[in-house]
């Protein structure tokens, strides 16, 4: 992480979030990428006690990264827990938050008001997610640039501070691309990420890298259903249950995986219809997130994964996903047992001092990323069938729950809502009103 001297950088650097991507950001950032850093995270439990914490630390943020003993800190200039002092001096807006809550954030900053502000970058974006949030900006002067996802692995150092952070792993990929044509920030963001030794594709449309992003194939097949619900709410009798294992210890099954096969299809359909390329689900899978070893899956069914016919690749990816149930490239233990890649464990939902439940982002994070590709798809006529199955069941499974135990409140109300407001917000951007 050698400190970058760059003669083009972002400029003033405003960041919406103040989780452990937006502390691992900024202190990145610091290195020569960003002038001035500040931070946007309106009022709440979360912001109150971050604010009091940098307070306390006159202002500075830690980062350590797996691997290195070296303590990385930078000190920012400006804390914001709303959009009244917010001055006219930043030329970058980088959003490190769920994508669900781009509007909120959008319209709460009144962004509109910031003349100097030329680009903003979406961390961790959602097909469509450009189109969004260009809806509130100046359209002919600001660039929006999406990123497949968020390039790192990284939480809080310690549950005792909200002002460090650690990161784990960063991707070996990442996928970059503009709304304006010829944009020279994507350069500057392709040179920011290799400095992380992070590789940054430049591709052509923002629906390309948006589609790039793993959980939308993957987390809706395995976790919209009510094995996981049950798992979430503490309702399965029968031990404790993983993310990534087969049946019955986990999600996957035949079923699973001729939906997630189904969907990403489906989804491939859509991205044609916006103009992009989609991906290649086992490749992408393979090569830009976790391999397996070619004795389990050959180097030609990954790369002609996509001209087999349907059976094949329902085959293909349960092969893939039998392969990791252990890390395959682990050192075994003295009795030959490898690392269990599978075991995560599911995020359980809590209960606040209200009564109000509070639910993890998986799978309903998942759930209403999926209702607004849906929510698209319906507007442009791109038939998604066993999408919209998919969204059904999972709401009635939803419905099962909030009855058995017995609660006063709509696990999916909001997350509906968001999804709505966001398919008109997109739909305005790209010009189809109805």
Known sequence: MQKQENTRSFGNTLIAGAGPAAIQTAVQLSRGFSKKIGF????????????????????????????????????????????????DEWDTLILSTPCFSYSDVMQSLR?????????????????????????????????VISMSTYYAATKHSSSDSVTKAHTKTFKKRIYIASSKKDSYMLTVLKRFLNSLGVEGMMVDDPAEAECRNITTYVHPALFMNAFTLNEVFDLHTSGKKYMYKLYPEGPITQETIRTMVAVWKEVSRLVEHLGANPINLLQFLNDDNYPVPEECLSREDIEKYGDFEVTKQEYLLYVRYSSILIDPFSKPDEHGRYFEFSAVPFKPASREEDGRWKVPRIPFEDYQKLKVILGISQKLGVHMPKTEFLINCFEKECQKIENKLAMGESLLQKWEISSICDVNEIMKARGNVS
Do not use: C, M, W
């Open 111 to 143: 962004i509109v008001n910031l003349k100097r502000l030329k680009t903003i970058i979406l961390i961790s974006p959602n097909i469509g997610s450009n189109d969004l949030v260009r809806n509130y900006t100046n359209k002919g002067i600001v660039d």
């Open 40 to 87: 946007y995270n309106r009022t709440g439990t979360h912001a109150d006690r971050f604010k009091e914490e940098l307070k306390q630390n006159q202002y500075h943020i830690s980062l350590t990264v797996q691997g290195s003993d070296t303590v990385y800190s930078t000190k920012i200039h400006h804390f914001f827990d709303s959009s009244d002092g917010l001055q």
